[in-house]
Nanobody, 114 residues
Framework: QVQLVESGGGLVQAGESLRLSCAAS????????MTWYRQAPGKQRVLVAS???????NYADSVKGRFTISRDNRENTLYLQMNSLKPEDTAVYYC????????WGQGTQVTVSS
C-alpha cells in the first residue's frame, strides 16, 4: 500500500520559515519524480517545486529564491524548506510521486498571517 504522509505545516507570520516533510512508503522512492503542489481556497492546485529522481529541481516563479526542495532517498522522505513566507503562500500543500502511476498525500495546511 502506497502512502505519502505530509507534515510540518502550521500557522506562521509573514517572513518566517517552515519545513514540510513527505514520508513515503510502499514505493521505491528513489525511482520516483517528486513534486510539491499547493491549493489555495477557491483556486486550482498548482505546482510549487519538483525534483526528479536524478536530483534536477524546478520551481514556480512565485517561490524561486525562497523555497528549496530536497529529497533523502535513504529515509524515503521529500522536503520543502520555505523561507520568507508571504500571506499568498497560504494553501494546503500536497506531496506527489510520479513514475508510471501518480500518488498523492493528504496535504498539510500552511497559513501565513500578515
Amino acid at each position: 500500500q502506497v502512502q505519502l504522509v505530509e507534515s510540518g505545516g502550521g500557522l506562521v507570520q509573514a517572513g518566517e520559515s517552515l519545513r514540510l516533510s513527505c514520508a513515503a512508503s510502499g514505493i521505491s522512492f528513489s525511482r520516483y519524480d517528486m513534486t510539491w503542489y499547493r491549493q489555495a481556497p477557491g483556486k486550482q492546485r498548482v505546482l510549487v517545486a519538483s525534483i526528479t529522481r536524478g536530483g534536477t529541481t524546478n520551481y514556480a516563479d512565485s517561490v524561486k529564491g525562497r523555497f528549496t526542495i530536497s529529497r533523502d532517498n535513504r529515509e524515503n522522505t521529500l522536503y520543502l524548506q520555505m523561507n520568507s513566507l508571504k500571506p499568498e503562500d497560504t494553501a494546503v500543500y500536497y506531496c506527489n510521486a510520479y513514475r508510471v502511476y501518480t500518488y498523492w498525500g493528504q496535504g498539510t495546511q500552511v497559513t501565513v498571517s500578515s
